[in-house]
């Protein structure tokens, strides 16, 4: 392509530089410029194609110095160049298509529809339209603790690996690990000193209740204390317990009667 510009053969560039000469640069400059602003005043809607584009669609010229018996040669040596010259394969592109989907625009913004209807059907969860959803998906201590069981873990965690995986397709030089393990540092210091966002010590009767609510030995979150009675007077609650006193000891709370399982919820809001 460069070989191409220094040839002139339109005798363009020779022009330029006449144009250019005799102090004249700056002239020269805001009249192109002034044809550029005009060019797209015209057309708004004009599609621009990045400038690695024309690389890749860029097929050298064949030798004119070649003569009809190396036609074929030439041919072959500029389709060599042409390989060798393109930055993106055929398989990029596939890759390209479908690694956003439509709602994402190539990696400008999120497409949340999956997680706003897992939200939806979480139980007592507000039904909130989807463009308030994405004002609002990060603000997790909105949602009642009582209410943060295994259903609501998975969809938080579904939240992160989408964001993580977001993240890596429109930003493929960002260390994502990196921005996963800060977060987790920081969230084990935010936790230890009981001021993690959404989970701070506090005496609220929400967080009361849910301590309260927490089956230890079958490691189970009850919604009601109805329920959670009647749960104890189980066969499968018995047998949990009687299997947590042969093993000599039960599972260590987290801090303040906490069960282990709130802190794991809490790590992926913090994430």
């Given at each position: 392509m460069l070989l191409d510009l220094y040839r002139d053969t339109s005798g363009l560039r020779k022009k330029e530089l006449a144009d250019m000469?005799?102090?004249?640069?700056?002239?020269?400059?805001?009249?192109?410029?002034?044809?550029i602003k005009n060019y797209h005043r015209r057309h708004p809607y004009l599609t621009v194609e990045p400038m690695e584009l024309e690389f890749v669609k860029y097929k050298p010229p064949a030798d004119p110095s070649s003569g009809?018996?190396?036609k074929k040669n030439g041919k072959a040596k500029?389709?060599?160049?042409?390989e060798s010259l393109a930055f993106a394969t055929e398989q990029d592109y596939e890759k390209l298509e479908t690694m956003f989907s439509g709602e994402e625009t190539l990696g400008r913004y999120l497409d949340l529809h999956t997680q706003h209807e897992e939200y939806v059907n979480l139980k007592e969860a507000e039904q909130i339209p989807y463009l308030r959803y994405i004002v609002e998906f990060y603000e997790f201590e909105k949602y009642p603790h009582k209410h943060k069981n295994l259903q609501y873990k998975e969809y938080v965690r579904n939240i992160c690996e989408y964001l993580e995986s977001f993240l890596a397709r429109s930003n493929p030089l960002l260390d994502v690990q990196k921005l996963r393990r800060e977060a987790i540092t920081k969230f084990e210091q935010d936790w230890a000193a009981g001021k993690a966002k959404g989970w701070e010590l506090t005496n609220d009767s929400d967080s009361q209740e849910y301590n309260e609510l927490f089956c230890k030995a079958c490691e189970k979150q009850f919604q009601t204390k109805a329920t959670f009675d009647s749960h104890l007077g189980g066969r499968k609650h018995k047998k949990?317990?009687?299997?947590?006193?042969?093993?000599?000891?039960?599972?260590?709370?987290e801090r303040n009667g906490e069960p282990s399982k709130a802190r794991s919820i809490a790590e992926l809001e913090y994430i």
């Open positions: 000469s005799g102090g004249s640069e700056f002239k020269e400059f805001y009249s192109r410029l002034d044809d009809d018996s190396d500029a389709e060599s160049e042409e949990a317990v009687a299997k947590m006193e042969t093993q000599g000891a039960e599972p260590k709370p």
